[in-house]
């Protein structure tokens, strides 16, 4: 996953080819809380990886809760819906689960009324704070449930009002209404009238209370929804989970549903969990806009999927995708283009509607998305968000209390935007198709980690199906003399900015070890057999780290014998050629910062910016020295110094690509800078050359 403060998307032109998309968070988080609160052991299959499904799982954690990773599979075996220790206020134990835990031969986390509330932290996860909050409040014990600062904004008073009517006492611990929350024993629960409960907020207060209420079922259980209620997909989501686990809800239209006396979870033993439709959207969209020559295939979800995101596919039809499905996949290429303005009432695909919004910048006419009210308590207020970030590309947007009118800017009326994403995953994942945009204008999207909420690596995803020119991938070229530092400062430029990294240096080294290691001598008669070798070399740098096809070759490659192979490896003219080409393969989405001795002049002519990297001789003699030394090999800096000057004017006198800096380069002169201001410098001269205003 991206590590960086932004992302710079360049103009992007086509995509095709397959994604398999990660589990469903709505799904994966259900069955992390079902399974907690079952008898038995429940492995789970595909389960979603990422900020929320942590936070959950945490929780389990904290609450006692086996959970134990077997290769790809989860296990989490559960509590059986064992209640947490009840004290009065005297401190005695009336209802405690050490007696259950100790018949069951398990060892399980109490609420210790001398150590306080047990605090659980659930981030920004409202699939984990709602279903947890009212599952807590009915098993007892003392907690205290908190996340970050947006979650504190996202109410939570329906659901905790429904659950004072039955007698559970729970106090806020900042705004009424709002997280975070303090939860105590109730001392008695009241399950004979029926359960208000308010649908025009969140569909999670209600499934929260049908995955709770279980728990307690020692009679017919009714909950009545108050108003309409709105995303109801999440709902069939809920009550098919719960079928799943043993729990047979009746239910009476979207007005009334009731949970059975004696209902008591079970584990189904194996369980797998649908990839993720929302996530489906955003390739979905990609396919409409760029699937040009060739389908972008998603597979994972299809036809069959038990999420009412899936019917995003038919909103895509309607703007004019051309879209295949099957039970586990879905096929989508441009169809009508420009794509179809639409009217749509949202409610069934409130997430996914997101990414309509994007969509309607490449349609014919206005498109306006109703009914959307919702997104005001999502992870951020997104109606007025995704009405700024709109604009900032051309769009004219209307925004009512619960709509969004878009009118699309037209073909060159475009602007380089900078994206602001409000910790909001569905709001990076959304305006990164905003990069496909027909005026070629670029899109920064500033906290592009927040992905890790629903999909982590989903840039990373994106950019395996996506295609642009060679010359629009940007490149930031480091050359110099050797010591110069070229290979720390490019490599923390790469890291800073999301980019790959090229040390071109190592790649002769590398040629030379693979060759050795294939039997072969390095010399002439062998040339083309290296050549051929080397093209095709499996080379990934990370981490600092030199990959060869899966092992780490960082230390092999830096011996004196290492050294000499480079050297002869260089000599070979269909080599360097090979190689060349291999260099210029690095020229990746989403950029590349490469640093050698020729990268400005021979590999990178093109690139926006070229840095010459220079030191003294002292200077470099002097780092050389210190490295070294700290690995036990003497050297002296007279020694080290001549050796410099020496490689300097062989490297500066070559026929072919000598050491020179480029015509257009910038020169760098750190002999008194950190790495540190050395970067800062080439980070500046960078933003220099961007077309991104403030965002």
């Known amino acids: 996953m991206f590590a960086t403060a932004f992302l710079d998307l360049p103009p992007l032109e086509e995509a095709a080819g397959t994604v398999v998309l990660p589990g469903s968070k709505s799904i994966s988080n259900r069955v992390l809380l079902l399974a907690a609160l079952s008898e038995g052991t429940t492995r789970i299959h595909d389960l979603l990886d990422s900020d929320d499904t942590r936070v959950m799982l945490d929780a389990l954690r904290a609450l006692g809760c086996s959970v134990v990773h077997s290769g790809a599979v989860l296990e989490v075996s559960g509590l059986g819906g064992v209640r947490f220790a009840h004290h009065h206020p005297t401190g005695t134990e ?24 047990k605090r659980l932290f659930l981030g920004n996860a409202g699939t984990a704070m709602r279903p947890l909050t009212a599952a807590l409040a009915l098993l007892g014990g003392d907690f205290e449930v908190s996340g970050v600062a947006r979650m504190h904004e996202r109410p939570i008073g329906d659901l905790v009002d429904a659950l004072r009517q039955l007698g559970c006492r729970i106090d806020y611990l900042g705004s009424a209404g709002y997280p975070p929350l303090r939860i105590h024993p109730a001392q008695s629960l009241n399950l004979d009238a029926p359960i208000p409960v308010r649908g025009d907020v969140s569909s999670q207060f209600l499934t929260a209370l049908l995955m709770a209420l279980p728990l307690v079922a020692t009679k017919d259980i009714v909950i009545e929804v108050v108003g309409e209620l709105i995303s109801k997909p999440y709902i069939e989501i809920t009550l098919n989970m719960l079928q799943r686990f043993g729990i047979a809800v009746r239910r ?32 979905v969209a990609l396919g409409a806009i760029a699937g040009v020559d060739a389908p972008v295939r998603i597979e994972g979800v299809g036809a069959s999927s038990i999420q009412g995101d899936i019917r995003f596919v038919d909103a895509a039809r309607q703007m004019g995708a051309a879209i295949a499905s099957g039970p586990n996949w879905i096929e989508v290429r441009r169809g009508a283009w420009p794509l179809k303005g639409i009217e749509l009432d949202c409610n069934h695909i409130p997430d996914a509607a997101m990414t309509l919004a994007v969509m309607a910048l490449y349609a014919d006419r206005p498109t306006t998305l109703r009914n959307i009210a ?50 909001d995953h569905r709001m990076a994942m959304c305006f990164s198709l905003a990069a496909f945009n027909p005026a070629g204008a670029h899109v920064r999207i500033l906290d592009p980690t927040c992905v890790g909420k629903t999909f982590p690596d989903y840039f990373e995803t994106l950019f395996s199906v996506t295609w642009t020119d060679p010359p629009h991938i940007p490149v930031i070229c480091v050359d110099g003399p050797t010591a110069s530092g070229k290979g720390t400062l490019a490599s923390e430029v790469a890291r800073r900015l999301g980019y790959h990294y090229l040390d071109s240096g190592a790649l002769y080294r590398i040629a030379g070890l693979a060759a050795t290691r294939a039997g072969l001598e390095l010399d002439v008669a062998h040339e083309h057999t290296i050549a051929r070798m080397a093209e095709t070399l499996p080379i990934v740098f990370t981490d600092g780290r030199v990959i ?35 260099q210029q393969g690095f020229r990746k989405l989403p950029g590349l910062v490469a640093d050698g001795r020729d990268m400005g002049t021979v590999i990178f002519p093109d690139a926006p ?11 470099r003699a002097d780092r050389r020295h210190k490295q070294l030394i700290s690995k036990g090999i003497s050297a002296t800096l007279a020694d080290l110094r001549a050796d410099l000057e020496a490689r300097d004017a062989r490297d500066s006198g070559r026929a072919v690509a000598p050491l020179k800096p480029a015509e257009d380069a910038l020169l760098l002169d750190n002999s008194g800078q950190t790495v540190e201001e050395s970067v800062a410098q080439v980070l500046g001269w960078w933003e220099e050359k961007q077309p991104f205003v403030s965002g």
């Open 94 to 117: 009336t209802d405690g689960i050490r007696r259950v835990a100790a018949a069951s031969g398990r060892e399980v986390s109490e609420a210790n009324p001398t150590a306080g509330a």
């Open 252 to 283: 009476d239209g979207w007005e009334r549903f009731t949970i059975p006396a004696g209902s008591r979870y079970q584990s189904p033993g194996e369980i797998h969990v649908e990839a993720d439709a929302s996530s489906a959207s955003y390739f």
């Open 374 to 423: 919702s997104w005001r308590v999502k992870e951020t207020d997104r109606l007025t968000a995704m009405a700024q970030e709109l604009r900032k590309l051309g769009a004219t947007v209307e925004e009512g209390a619960d709509f969004l009118k878009v009118t699309p800017p037209g073909d060159s009326n475009w602007f380089p935007a900078t994206i602001r994403t409000y910790d």
């Open 548 to 582: 060869l096809a899966g092992e780490d070759v960082t230390d092999a490659i830096r011996t004196e014998t290492a050294g000499m192979n480079a050297s002869k490896v260089s000599a070979l003219p269909a080599v360097r050629t090979a190689l060349v080409a291999l």
């Open 609 to 619: 910016l070229k840095v010459y990297l220079t030191a003294s001789a002292a200077q």
